[in-house]
Every structure is written in structure tokens, then in C-alpha cells.
């Protein structure tokens, strides 16, 4: 019955923890935007989430943290390692090698929250569902 459970909020785990990583990576840009030479980063979230899934799904339900020595413990919870970063062409380049447009970051900050929020919301109404389902009349 713990398994049912687990698998059947895999999905919005693994979407809300995307959404948290990605979140860091734009505020990061929007905080170095007058750093000389940084690089605009993104990640292309429909691939990280179809990935993560994935490994979810075939580590039995959690994701399964990357060992890179035979002495690292096995363990279970999110792991950012395999994230694959991106990063962005910008439309104008300026001349300090500065690749982040404030425009493009702050909307695309703006849009992940709305999103990270409605993944919430929606993941909050299913465990409400679940409780209303479990309890006695």
C-alpha cells in the first residue's frame, strides 16, 4: 500500500524538486547579471523531469544519489548531480561577455513560481483527496 502512495506522488516530487533547482539556477543568473564574462544557465525541464521520473521509477521509487568511490554509501533522496545545465544564447551580446537579459530571467523566474505553486497546490489537493478517501464516515 506504501508503494501505491509513494508512486502515485513520484511524478509531483520529482516536479516540485526540478522547480526548486531550477528556481536556484535563475536567481543565480539574475544575481551575477553585471558579473563581466558569467553565462546565462537553464535547464531543459521536461527532459530533467522525464529523467528523473525515470530514475525514480527504476530505483523503486526514490531517486537514487550517484556513487562515485566504492567507499560512498548507497542512499536514497533527490540528487541535483545529474542536472544538466544549459547555457543560453543571448539575443544581444554585450561587450563584458555577460550572456544574461534581466527580461528573459526575470520571466522566466516569474513563470517557474507560478508553476512550482500550481504544482503545489495541486499536489496538496490529492493528499486532501486521500485523506478524505482513508477516513471513516
Given amino acids: 500500500m506504501i508503494d501505491q502512495?509513494?508512486?502515485?506522488?513520484?511524478?509531483?516530487?520529482?516536479?516540485?524538486?526540478?522547480?526548486?533547482?531550477?528556481?536556484?539556477?535563475?536567481?543565480?543568473?539574475?544575481?551575477?547579471?553585471?558579473?563581466?564574462g558569467y553565462k546565462a544557465r537553464d535547464m531543459d525541464f521536461g527532459r530533467e523531469l522525464e529523467r528523473a521520473v525515470k530514475q525514480g521509477q527504476?530505483?523503486?521509487?526514490?531517486?537514487?544519489?550517484?556513487?562515485?568511490?566504492?567507499?560512498?554509501?548507497p542512499g536514497q533522496g533527490p540528487a541535483?548531480?545529474?542536472?544538466?545545465?544549459?547555457?543560453r544564447v543571448p539575443d544581444q551580446p554585450s561587450l563584458d561577455g555577460n550572456t544574461v537579459d534581466m527580461d528573459r530571467e526575470r520571466t522566466a523566474f516569474a513563470d517557474?513560481?507560478?508553476r512550482?505553486?500550481?504544482?503545489?497546490?495541486?499536489?496538496?489537493?490529492?493528499?486532501?483527496?486521500?485523506k478524505k478517501a482513508m477516513q471513516p464516515e
Fill in 5 to 36: 502512495l509513494e508512486a502515485a506522488f513520484n511524478f509531483h516530487q520529482q516536479a516540485l524538486g526540478l522547480r526548486h533547482e531550477r528556481q536556484k539556477v535563475l536567481a543565480s543568473n539574475i544575481a551575477n547579471a553585471d558579473t563581466p
Fill in 116 to 130: 512550482y505553486r500550481t504544482a503545489l497546490t495541486i499536489l496538496n489537493s490529492r493528499i486532501q483527496g486521500l
Fill in 58 to 73: 527504476a530505483a523503486g521509487g526514490g531517486l537514487s544519489l550517484s556513487r562515485t568511490a566504492e567507499g560512498h554509501l
Fill in 80 to 87: 541535483s548531480v545529474g542536472r544538466d545545465l544549459l547555457y
Fill in 112 to 114: 517557474n513560481s507560478v
